[in-house]
Nanobody
Framework: QVQFVESGGGLVQPGGSLRLSCVAS????????MKWYRQFPGKERELVAR??????????SFADSVKGRFAISRDNAKNTVYLQMNSLKPEDTAVYYC????????????WGKGTLVTVSS
């Protein structure tokens, strides 16, 4: 059974940092493109960052809104993907989810509970 368990969210002041973690199970983690999404209230989820499998170079890509501030990494031994968020802005406030895909644009039909990030003074 596919599972994603996100953690690391919380309340942070503008300009601060957070590191999100996501432990995945139920599939061969190392072969998948791992992705972080976020969802604003009343909106669809949007892709924030993705990282390809290690065998394809671990290529990283980011949404324009977070480029230069966020970093993504993966630990295949721990089936874990991370999202390092720096220089956080109030508009980064959202629920963050991870997922996996075989292409840059797909995702599995399973979602975790997400982790809430609130950026506020």
């Amino acid at each position: 059974q596919v599972q994603f368990v996100e953690s690391g969210g919380g309340l942070v002041q503008p300009g601060g940092s957070l590191r999100l973690s996501c432990v995945a199970s139920g599939f061969t983690f190392s072969t998948k493109i791992m992705k972080w999404y976020r969802q604003f209230p009343g909106k669809e989820r949007e892709l924030v960052a993705r990282i390809t499998s290690t065998s394809t170079g671990g290529v990283k890509s980011f949404a324009d809104s977070v480029k230069g501030r966020f970093a993504i990494s993966r630990d295949n031994a721990k089936n874990t993907v991370y999202l390092q968020m720096n220089s956080l802005k109030p508009e980064d406030t959202a629920v963050y989810y991870c997922n996996a895909g075989s292409t840059p644009y797909d995702s599995m039909n399973y979602w975790g509970k997400g982790t809430l990030v609130t950026v506020s003074s």
